[in-house]
């Protein structure tokens, strides 16, 4: 009797299960998720039906792997930026390069993400929605660190940190119309409208109305307490 050793089986795992991955996204250039078939899949993956459900327990999940896939990387790289030296301008615009070669690299992913943001996948949606949140998050605890933060609210914070993030996708979705030849004009406009966000930002604490109420059971971010006088 053969044996197959331990980590060949896991390699032979891993790489299986990325077929399946790669299968569904050459697919999903053409249709979207809630259409596509578990047996589109695996036929073009070269592998049984069978052998997708030990990777994966429908294509709900799948998606929510190519979600992962797409936008897990992206932390580090983002993150990486905002922990650079320079002000919160400069560390922004890198990120559009970072946005910019991303998207250049990986079309079929970002492409995959802005046609399920609100497709008809519950879970994918949910799992988009979670990592954009994340980035918010991690974008406002950077921003938290600033001079020019001084005085702004967990609550305010989260929400520019989400605007960034917005206009990040924004641009991501830009870049995937426009194509190469377009790039450096989708690039020069999503730089001009962060430095506009930025200018708002320096103001915003000049007249500042009454605070709303919070609504409970929003999204908090970890960290840091409410330091708005």
């Known amino acids: 009797m053969s044996h197959t050793p331990a980590g060949v089986r896991q390699t032979q795992k891993l790489r299986t299960r990325q077929a399946l991955l790669d299968a569904a996204l050459a697919l999903l250039e053409h249709q979207s998720l809630s259409s596509l078939g578990l047996r589109e899949v695996t036929r073009t993956a070269g592998v049984t039906p069978t052998a997708f459900y030990r990777h994966f327990e429908d294509t709900a999940a799948l998606g929510v792997a190519l ?3 797409t936008l897990g990387s992206l932390h ?3 993150g990486a930026v905002l922990a650079e030296t320079g002000d919160s301008e400069e560390r922004l615009d890198r990120s559009v390069e970072v946005i910019a070669r991303h998207v250049g690299a990986q079309p079929a992913h970002f492409r995959f993400i802005a046609r399920e943001q609100h497709g008809g996948v519950g879970p994918v949606r949910v799992a988009i929605a979670a990592q954009l949140l ?5 974008v406002a605890l950077a921003l938290r660190e600033e001079p020019g ?8 914070l989260l929400m520019l940190g989400g605007l960034y993030v917005d206009h990040m996708v924004i641009t991501a979705s830009a870049l995937l119309e426009a194509g190469p030849a377009g790039e450096r004009e989708v690039v020069r406009v999503a730089r001009r409208r962060l430095r506009l966000v930025s200018i ?3 103001h915003w604490l000049d007249e500042r109305p009454p605070l709303d109420p919070p609504v409970t059971g929003g999204p908090t971010v970890p960290g840091y307490e409410d330091r708005r006088p």
């Not at 994340?134 to 991690?138: D, V």
């Not at 933060?149 to 305010?156: C, L």
């Open 149 to 156: 933060s001084a005085g702004w609210s967990t609550e305010d």
């Open 76 to 78: 580090g790289l983002i």
């Open 67 to 69: 979600v992962e896939e």
């Open 134 to 138: 994340r980035f918010a998050e991690e």
């Open 200 to 202: 708002g930002r320096t």
